[in-house]
């Protein structure tokens, strides 16, 4: 198969930049970006699809390989039984309603890709649809989606949200860094689908994910959920990006005297290694990986040995320094909080998919691991896309409604401007929301020095952060960290508990009373909201 | 990080100009793209998959530049061995290259289980 490129877009260029207007405008071209174009375009909308980078090759879904949650609905009870055991791991913040409507509609939709995406079949002839490898799904969506007529904007990042005088959100604003000048996008519906927030942390495929939807949401007036549950890491060879774990489930690790350290693989690795990388260097053997999945690998995860073969390192038979890096809310599962069952983050005109959106009712407490994610992906993605298409066509639908941008921090600074740089906010961001004793340990007096520190840091991006001169999307991918941040820390400071990813060492236990997700409302000031209710049942106080 | 292109190599297509997600090359019309923002790249191999004359080569370093040269990467093999195990473009017929992701399950499940004998 030759690989067909589409050229950026040579429709209009000008210093000035270019104004366009669709039914639908979805921003991010990962898994769910493309679920929620490509549902927009089948349910008849016009659709412009923005992306930072690539439609195809950014985002955390490009670099992998996701299984998605795949269950049969035969035999009878298999998807209850699923379900249960899932809701059993979301400890109290799941809901089986939503879990139920993910499986059902990742098992109608994924084999809509057949025409694009080479489903192999197993040794009984058995098409399998489960696991997709990232770049040839990505291939596959974009190449789907352009021939469903939606028009793709590579290297367009979007820098915020327009809204009308009413509060719906009517388009958005942002940079074309290839060709030029700004763009301009007015839309019916707005999907979000920007991804998560990995804070920079080296994790394959993340760069781009700084959060800038979750701030653009958030700008617009959407609520945020389950932002403490943002302390996944997932191991890597040092000083490398590949965050490919399965390969992991082989590993015996050392310390650096050669000592076997007893890290048996399973949900409790994470805060094993950590532990034992604050005390020093963690070296990792993958000898005891079975002949055949070693000669498999490559046709498997065809980057997993590609950082191995070039240090000249057999991990087989060499001991290798592995790293932890931190995923944020990437596989963490907070995010903006979906406010109804088509995606609408509660303001007419916005809508939230895959890791921009709280997973909360799929995952709660717990991260979804691949297979969860990426059926929430695609579903809300798809549900966005349907909902924004339904929202732009209703009768009473004003076309081309004028707007003002609605981005401050990062983008309009309040005070003196120009006198902090991007990367100085950037480090700090880091600095409180990567390292192991702040993240995977956490604690109630360290969470509030790291927010008092991040504080300092929003003040300076709110009153400093990026002027005419300074990279206006540097600058508001910092503040887009540093309201993550903000978020993350706010919220891992009022569950003053222990619940599935969210560890305290000051609260060690689970607390009954907090078997409730914690809502964030605001940019600037922000309110912790417990919900009285889990999913449709009422909580006992 | 990105560490080199393959002048000998490079047509000049630009399609890792376009595909980089973090916007690391520069087209330099007609010639091969210039790394303009090495500092920016995310060590993610994409422009080595889409790169159809296997001209890129990306260190595995990704905090630091490993400086190599094209004599030391045409002599090594590694170029272009990821679109080949992707099984991309001219290898796509080659059944030992052919998509195997689908036995991710299996070996989740034996990684399970021998841990489970540890």
Redesign the interface.
């Known amino acids: ?3 067909r ?4 877009d040579t429709a209009a260029r000008g210093a000035d930049g270019v104004t366009l207007a669709a039914d639908v405008l979805v921003i991010g071209g990962g898994l769910a970006g493309g679920w929620a174009a490509i549902a927009a375009a089948r349910a008849g909308a016009s659709v412009i699809l923005v992306e ?3 439609f ?4 955390v879904t ?2 992998a ?1 996701p ?1 998605h949650w795949w269950v049969p609905p035969d035999p009878a009870g298999a998807r209850s039984q699923a379900i249960a055991q899932r809701n059993a791991r979301a400890l109290g913040l799941g809901d089986p309603r939503w879990m139920e409507r993910i499986i059902d509609l990742t098992w109608r939709t994924l084999p809509t890709l057949a025409p694009y995406y ?1 489903f ?1 079949t ?1 040794e009984a002839g058995v098409t ?1 649809f ?4 990232g ?2 799904y990505l291939r596959a969506l974009r190449r789907l989606a352009s021939d469903l007529g939606v028009r793709i904007l ?2 367009h990042p979007a820098l915020e949200l327009v809204a009308d005088p009413d509060g719906a959100v009517v388009g958005a604003k942002g940079l074309r ?2 060709a030029g000048g700004d763009w301009l996008v007015r839309a019916g519906g707005v999907v979000l689908a920007t991804g998560g927030c990995a804070f920079r942390s ?1 994790l ?5 994910n700084t959060g800038d939807g979750l701030l653009m949401g958030a700008e617009a007036g959407a609520e945020l959920s389950g932002m403490e549950f943002s302390s996944y890491y997932t191991v890597a060879p040092a ?3 590949m965050t490919r774990s ?1 390969s992991y ?2 590993a015996r690790y050392f310390d650096a005297d050669g000592r076997r350290l007893e890290i ?3 949900p409790d690795v994470t805060r094993a290694l950590a532990a034992a990388l604050l005390r020093g260097p963690v070296l990792c053997s993958l000898e ?1 990986t ?1 002949q055949d ?1 070693r000669a ?1 690998m ?6 997993f ?7 000249g390192v057999d991990p087989y038979r060499d001991r290798f320094e592995i790293t932890l890096t931190g995923e944020g809310t990437v596989r963490g599962v907070g995010g903006l909080r979906l406010a109804d069952d088509d995606g609408g983050v509660g303001v007419p005109g916005l809508y939230a998919a895959g890791d921009t959106a709280s997973r909360e009712p799929v995952a709660g407490a717990n991260s979804g691991g691949g297979a969860q994610n990426s059926a929430w992906a695609l579903s809300t993605g798809a549900w966005a896309g349907e909902a924004a298409a339904r929202f732009a066509r209703r009768p009473t639908a004003r076309r081309m409604s004028r707007g003002e941008g609605l981005g401050r921090v990062g983008l309009r600074p309040a005070r003196r401007a120009g006198a902090v740089a991007p990367g100085e906010i950037e480090g700090a961001v880091k600095a409180e929301m990567l390292p192991y004793d702040k993240t995977v340990f956490r604690s109630g007096p360290r969470l509030a020095r790291s927010l008092e520190t991040l504080e300092e840091a929003w003040k300076a991006s709110r009153d400093h952060l990026g002027d005419g001169a300074a990279d206006r999307l540097r600058s508001r991918e910092a503040a887009a960290m540093a309201a993550a941040a903000r978020w993350c820390c706010t919220s891992a400071l009022a569950r003053n508990e222990s619940r599935g990813m969210h560890q305290r060492t000051d609260a060690p236990a689970s607390d009954p009373r907090l078997a409730r997700r914690l809502r964030l409302r605001g940019v600037d000031r922000i309110l912790v909201l417990p919900e009285r209710t889990v999913g449709r049942e009422e909580i006992l106080p | 990080m990105i560490d080199l292109i393959l002048t000998s190599r490079c047509t000049g297509c630009n ?1 890792c ?7 690391v090359f520069e087209p330099r019309g007609g010639g091969p793209p210039a790394i303009a923002r090495q500092d ?1 790249c ?5 422009c080595e ?2 790169c ?1 004359a296997d001209a890129l080569y ?7 530049p ?1 400086p190599t040269d094209e004599a030391t990467l045409l002599a090594s093999g ?1 170029l272009g ?2 679109r080949r ?5 001219e290898w ?1 017929d080659d059944p030992r ?9 299996a ?2 499940a ?3 289980a ?2 489970a004998r ?1």
């Open positions: 198969m030759v690989v490129l589409t050229s950026p930072k980078g690539y195809g090759a950014s985002g490009a670099t390989g299984g080479d192999p197993n399998q489960r696991g997709l490898r770049p040839e590579d290297h860094r290839q080296r394959l495929g993340a760069h781009n000083r490398t990006t399965m489930g082989f048996a693989p399973g005891d079975p999945i498999v490559p046709q498997v995860q065809p980057n040995m590609l950082p191995f073969d070039r240090m | 399609a100009v376009i595909v980089c997600p973090t916007n920016a995310q060590t993610c191999f994409m998959l889409y159809p990306v260190g595995p370093d990704c905090e630091a490993s590694r061995q990821y195990d992707s099984g991309w473009d796509a290259y052919a998509n195997q992701h689908w036995r991710m399950d070996i989740f034996r990684a399970r021998a841990s540890s």
